[in-house]
C-alpha cells in the first residue's frame, strides 16, 4: 500500500465513522507565537481540548505536516543515522472532544490496524501507563491482547501533559514485532528496549485530568482523546521494509540524488547518511517556504536556513560541487503536490531561493570547511580532545561559518567544541565593538535603568489619551549617573517621570519630542542668563523649561526623556508639565497607520508569505522591511502603492482595542513571532483590511495619512526587502520636485505633456544610431590600417615600401608605425588615433591574423590617459608573453598593466611618452628574445 493510499484510508475510515476530516494546519502555529513549529497533530486543537473554542463537532481525523527540530521533540541530530526519525513527517490523528474516550479510541486503532490494514494480530502488543487500570481491562478483555503482551511503564513513557500545568492523562501505544533481525538480538529485549525491534505505530492519549500549580490532578469533566501516528512509520510496516527511507515516501528523493551524485545508495554507509539527510531535509524546506518561512537569521528562518545548509554540505559530501537542492526539490513537490497543493503552488519561490541560498552558501562552505579541516588537523597533531572555541568563533564571525555545523564536522572527526572557550572568544569581541564606538550618545549601561526600575517601578504611559500631563521626577541621569539636581542652561540630561504622554521609541516609531516646564524656583530673583525665546512658563515667574529633543524605553517598563535645560534647574520630586510637539506626534501616527495599510497591501497582492522583519516609523515617512524571495517590479510596486492610497481615501476608521492576547489572536490578528507580548495587547485594526497587534500610535482615520508615495524597493538580506515611503505634505513635496524636474526635461526636449518618453526614446535610438555609424567608420579606419601592413613578402601598402609609418605620418625604419623583423620575429608598434580600447583590441586581433606570426603593440590617447594593447600570435607565446611586455612598455607612460599570453592591455598617464615607449618596443622584444635563447 502507497503512503498517498495510507493517508486517503485512514481518513476516510475516521470520516465513516462521523469523524470530521480537517486539512492540515500550517507549520507555523496559528494564533500560538510561543510555540515554534507545529509538531504533533493536537495543534491545531489545541484551543478546543482547553474548552476556549466551542466546536461545530466532537470528532475530528487529520493528516498533519509536522516539523521536530526544537525544544524536547528535536530529531535534528539523529536523522539519517536511524531508519525512522525526520525533522518533517507527517502525523495521522484521531480525536474525540468530550465524546468517545478509551474504549471508542482502542477499538479504532485496533480495527484499523487489524481488520483494513491487516497487520497480524499476534505481532501487535501494548503499552500502558502502569496505574492505568481501566485501559488494561479495556486492551486484554474487550480486545482479547494476552496479558503477556501488555507491558506497564512509567510516567517518562506512557503519561502525556500539554504543560506543566493544564490538560494531561494517560496513554496507550500500539507497536509491532518486527522480529530479531531488525532488533539488537538481546534475549531481554521487549517493547521497553530502544531498538527498532518493536516499533511504536500509534500513540492514544487520554486527556481526562487537569494539573494544577501543586501538581494535583483534578478528573475533567469531558474527557478527550488525542492520536497519532507517523504515516512514513506505518508505510514502511505495510510495504515491508525496516526503514522508512525505503519507502515511496522518501525512496523516490534518493533516487533523484543517486542519479545526480552518479553514486548508489546501500553501497557506502558514509553516503547513505547523507542521502538520507537530504531527502529529509529537502521535504522540510519545500514545506516551511511552501508556509511562507523565508531563510533568516533568526527564528523560524534560521532554522530553515540551517537546515537548507546542513543539506548542502552533505551534498558537497556525495562530491555534488554545484547548486542540487533546487532541482532535487521537484521530486518532493511532485510527490506530495496531490495531498499539499501548496508545495505546486509555491514551486518557483522554493526553486528560486534554494538557488539562492545554495550559491550563497557554496562560498561560505568552501572557505569555511578548508580552514576547519585545517584547524582540526592541528588539533590532532597536538593530541587535543576538542577544537579550540577560539578557532570556531574566527569562522563564526570571518565568514559566517555555522556554529552547530563546525560542531558536527568536528564529532565526525572524534573531537569535540570547547563550547566556553567560543563563548568568550564571543565575548571579548563584543567588548572590543563596545569600546571602539566612541560618541556623545552613548546609553548609560542597561544596568543602571534596571537598577532604576527596581527602586522606582514603572513609567505610566499616558500617550494614548493625552499630550499633556503633569509627571513627578523620580531620577535624572547626567553623564551616565544618576543626580539628585541638574541646572544651567545647555545642559544635557535625562528625566524619567513616574508618567508621561511621551511615547518611547519602540516598534519601529521613533520617539516623541517637546517640552518639560514646572514651577517657579523657590529663590525670587533673576535669570540664570538662559535666553527666553521660548516665552515664559508661568504667569510673570520664571520657573524650568526643557527642551525634549528623543525619547526612548531603554527597559520595556521604563521610559526616559533625553532633553537640553533651556532654564532652571531640575530637581528629583519636582513636579513638571510635560507637553509632546503635537504636530509631530500627528505625523508620526500617519505614517505608522500607513506602514499598517502598506503590510496588508504587500500581502494582499504578494502573498502570504510576506511578514514584517523590521520598521522605522518617522516623522512624514517609513521604512518596512519584510520577507520576499524577489525583487517587486514596476507593476507590483504600482498595485501596493495604490491599494494603500484608496485605503486612506476610504478614510476607514483606526481603531484600537485592548483585550486579553488569546482573544486577539483568535480574532485573527498578527502575531510577530520573537516579539515579547504582555497579557493585555493593543489590537489596531483598519476595518477588514488589517488588524495587528501594536503598542503604537495611530491615526483615528485612514483620511489623515494623506498621499503615500513609495520612494525605493530593495533587497538588504537574502529574501529580505526593503520598501521606503513617504506621507502627507513630504510625499506631496516628492511628487513636487519630481513634477519640476520633469517640466524642466520637457522645456529642453520641447514636448507636451506625456510626450516626455516617446521622446526620449527617438533621441535615444538616434545616439544608438550613431554608435553604430561611428563603430563602422572606426572598423573600416581600421581595415584601412590593416592593409598597410605588408605580407609575408614584406610588402607593404600598395606603392610604399616595407617600414611605412600606418599613423599616417612619414615612413621610414625610425618611425613608430613600422613593421621590423626582430630576431626573425616580425614586430609592429603603432600609434591610433581616435579609438577607444575595444577599437584598439580588434586592431590588434586583425593585425595579428594578418601578420600571421608576430608581435603587435597598438596606443592611442583617450581622455587625456594612453591605452596600450600588445598581442602574440600563438606560435611565440612560448617565448613573449603579451602580459609582460606591455606591462614594461606601460612602466615608459607611468602606468601599468597585464593579462595573457596571448592578449594584454594596459594603462598609462604620460601621454607625451607614448611615442617613446612604442619605440621601445623593439627593443624589449629582442631582450626578451635573447633571454629566452640563452
Known sequence: MKGSQLRSEFLRYFEERGHTVLPSSSLVPKDDPSLLFTNAGMVQFKDMFLGKVKLDFQRAASSQKCMRVSGKHNDLETVGRT??????????????????????????????????????KDRLWITIFQEDEEAFEIWHR?????????????????????????????CSEIHIDQGEKVGCGRPSCDVACDCD???????????????????????????????????????????????????????????REEEMAGKEYGRHEAWDISFRVIADHLRALAFLMADGILPSNEGRGYVLRRLLRRAARHGKLLELKEPFLYQAVETVIDLMREA????????????????????????????????????????????????????????????????????????EQGLGLDMEGFRQAMGQQREMARQAWKGSAEEPEKSLYREILQELGETT??????????????????????????????????????????YGESGGQIGDMGRMDGPPLQRSGATDGAPTDEGPVLSGVEGVLVKIEDTQRPLLQLITHRGVIRRGTLRVGMVLRA??????REAITHSHTATHLLHAALRYWMGDHVKQAGSLVALDRLRFDFTHFSSLTPEELER???????????????????????????????????EKYESLVRAVRIEDFSLELCGGTHASHTGKIGLFKIISEGAIAAGVRRIEALTGMEAYRYVCQEEAVLREIRGLLKVRPFQEAERVRKLWEQVREQERESARLKDRLISLQIKGIPAESGEGREGAPAGANLAGGESGAEQTGAIRTVKGVSVLAVQLDHLDINALRSFVDSAKARLKSGVVVAGTITDGKVALV???????????????????????????????????QAGGKEVDRLKEALEKVYELVEEKLVAHSS
Request: hydrophobic residues 40%.
Open 870 to 904: 600588445t598581442g602574440v600570435t600563438p606560435d611565440l607565446t612560448d617565448k613573449l608573453h603579451a602580459g609582460e611586455l606591455v606591462k614594461s612598455v606601460a612602466g615608459i607612460v607611468g602606468g601599468s598593466g597585464g593579462g595573457r599570453a596571448d592578449m594584454a
Open 640 to 674: 501596493i502603492e495604490r491599494t494603500v492610497n484608496e485605503k486612506a481615501l476610504e478614510n476607514l476608521p483606526v481603531s484600537t482595542t485592548v483585550m486579553p492576547i488569546d482573544q486577539a489572536l483568535e480574532l485573527g490578528a498578527m502575531a510577530l513571532f520573537g
Open 142 to 170: 474487550k480486545i482479547g491482547i494476552p496479558q503477556g503482551r501488555i507491558f506497564r511503564l512509567g510516567e517518562k513513557d506512557n503519561f502525556w501533559a500539554m504543560g506543566e500545568i493544564g490538560p494531561c492523562g494517560p
Open 197 to 255: 525491534r518493536f516499533l511504536e505505530l500509534w500513540n492514544l492519549v487520554f486527556m481526562q485530568y487537569e494539573r494544577d500549580s501543586s501538581g494535583r490532578l483534578h478528573p475533567l469533566p469531558k474527557p478527550s482523546v488525542d492520536t497519532g501516528m507517523g504515516l512514513e512509520r506505518i508505510a514502511a510496516v505495510m510495504q515491508g521494509v525496516t526503514s522508512n527511507f525505503e519507502t515511496d515516501l522518501l525512496r523516490p528523493i534518493i533516487e
Open 340 to 411: 499539499y497543493p501548496e508545495l505546486d503552488g509555491a514551486r518557483t519561490l522554493i526553486s528560486r531561493i534554494l538557488h539562492q541560498e545554495e550559491e550563497r552558501f557554496s562560498l561560505v562552505l568552501e572557505q569555511g570547511l578548508r580552514l576547519l579541516d585545517q584547524s582540526i588537523e592541528d588539533a590532532q597533531r597536538k593530541g587535543l580532545s576538542v577544537l579550540p572555541g577560539s578557532e570556531a568563533f574566527k569562522l563564526y564571525d570571518t565568514f559566517g561559518f555555522p556554529l552547530d555545523l563546525a560542531q558536527e564536522i568536528a564529532q
Open 461 to 502: 504611559f499616558l500617550g494614548y489619551e493625552t499630550l499633556e500631563a503633569q509627571g513627578r521626577v523620580v531620577a535624572l541621569i547626567e553623564d551616565g549617573q544618576r543626580r539628585l539636581e541638574v541646572g544651567g542652561h545647555g545642559r544635557a540630561v535625562e528625566i524619567l517621570l513616574d508618567r508621561t504622554p511621551f
Open 579 to 584: 507637553q509632546v510637539d503635537g504636530e509631530r
Open 83 to 120: 531508519a525512522r526519525h525526520h525533522t518533517l513527517f507527517e502525523m495521522l490523528g484521531n480525536f474525540s472532544f468530550g465524546d468517545y474516550f478509551k474504549e471508542g479510541a482502542i477499538a479504532f486503532g485496533w480495527e484499523f490496524l487489524t481488520e483494513v490494514l491487516g497487520l497480524p
